[in-house]
């Protein structure tokens, strides 16, 4: 049987994290497939050859995708030809919707095969989409448990697996992972101010602000972003009480007693490793407004989200300030019944969930698919 060749579009961090452990597990059940991609470091240790790192993609918001349009038009034109000289017989796209759409419609109208992993949020907003992913994506694999009753309403298939997040807890709870090395043994506070520049320079000032009130009981510490040196967050001129620990995201939260959390997959690794947690959210005036036009969803937070009520405090926009930080994990700190609470209802969401296993479920399932 001749090989096949996937060229695989993750464009952020968790895009590179959920592609890689797939790629993992397929390589594990079948050496019938070859893979190039834009992807990160995770990707790139499976083997999978990047024709373009994430580092140089992450735009975020209605103005800044305006802003930098001509090096996102650039992109297209180079995915394109690197799909075509790589004679790509499955183009697998990891979330990324803004940009993976686009290449779906385009790739499909080429006759290559379209797999999607990750669903965009169709149910969030632009709901319309629903009949573009129907006519130009072959497989739709989703990870929210909610998803593929949503889809059958349009008389489309997705497949769910459960979460890819509980896999990569699972291993690394498994993993032989040291403690951080800390200056204090007092209680964590994490902040997790997320993987981009823009948001980064919006919501980490706050959130040291907040932390401030923390620091005769608690220890402070940033997690840093594999896609980010040290020397960026070194502007933010983090005091002596502050830490910050790089690709070890894990580490901290398994030590973590209480969190400040950026809307994004961070809330739901927060859930995972039973951290309390207030999330925070803060964009550009112009690209908020756009956002409460459209998005027709009563939650930010994946935890909230998935369980369809408010489980963690969502700071939003002007509610996200230094103030609200500082009374809201006031609410969840030792001995506290909103803490209480708050870990009651992780049980329930990490029940919701399902199996862990999802990565190995769906490379079977692709291979069937494909060959």
Request: hydrophobic fraction near 40%.
């Amino acid at each position: 049987m001749s090989k096949k060749n996937v060229f695989i579009l993750s464009g952020e961090a968790s895009g590179d994290l959920h592609a890689a452990n797939l790629v993992h597990a397929w390589k594990k059940n079948s050496s019938n497939f070859v893979f190039q991609a834009w992807g990160g470091d995770r990707l790139s240790a499976e083997g999978v050859e990047l024709k373009k790192h994430i580092r140089d993609l992450a735009f975020m918001g209605f103005a800044e995708v305006l802003q930098n349009l001509p090096t996102i038009l650039r992109n297209f034109k180079l995915c394109k030809q690197q799909i075509t000289d790589f004679q790509t017989d499955v183009l697998l796209l990891v979330d990324y919707p803004g940009f993976n759409l686009r290449m779906a419609k385009w790739a499909k109208s080429k006759g290559i095969k379209v797999v999607y992993y990750i669903s965009p949020t169709v149910w969030a907003w632009k709901e319309k989409r629903i009949y573009q992913i129907r006519r130009d994506v072959d497989r739709m694999y989703a990870i929210l448990p909610f998803e593929p009753d949503f889809y059958q309403k349009f008389n489309m298939e997705a497949h769910y697996f459960g979460h890819p997040l509980l896999d990569e807890v699972d291993r690394f709870r498994k993993s032989e992972e040291t403690k951080l090395d800390l200056n204090s043994d007092k209680p964590i506070l994490a902040l997790l101010p997320g993987s981009r520049k823009q948001e980064l320079k919006k919501k980490l000032p706050l959130m040291l602000k907040a932390a401030e009130a923390f620091h005769a009981t608690h220890q402070i510490v940033i997690a840093g972003a594999p896609n980010l040196p040290a020397s960026f967050y070194q502007e933010f001129k983090l005091g002596k009480n502050v830490s910050l620990v790089q690709n070890q995201t894990y580490q901290l939260l398994s030590q973590s007693n209480i969190a400040l959390v950026t809307s994004g997959t961070a809330t739901l690794e927060t859930a995972l490793f039973r951290v309390p947690q207030v999330v925070c959210y803060k964009s550009s005036a112009l690209s908020y407004s756009i956002a409460k036009a459209l998005v027709k969803i009563k939650f930010i937070s994946l935890v909230n989200l998935i369980m369809d009520k408010e489980i963690v405090r969502e700071l939003i926009q002007q509610e996200c300030n230094a103030e609200l930080m500082i009374s809201e994990l006031g609410k969840i700190t030792d001995g506290k019944q909103g803490r209480v609470e708050m870990l009651a209802s992780y049980d329930e969401l990490i029940s919701l969930l399902g199996q862990s296993g999802c990565s190995d479920k769906m490379a079977l399932d692709l291979i069937q698919y494909l060959n």
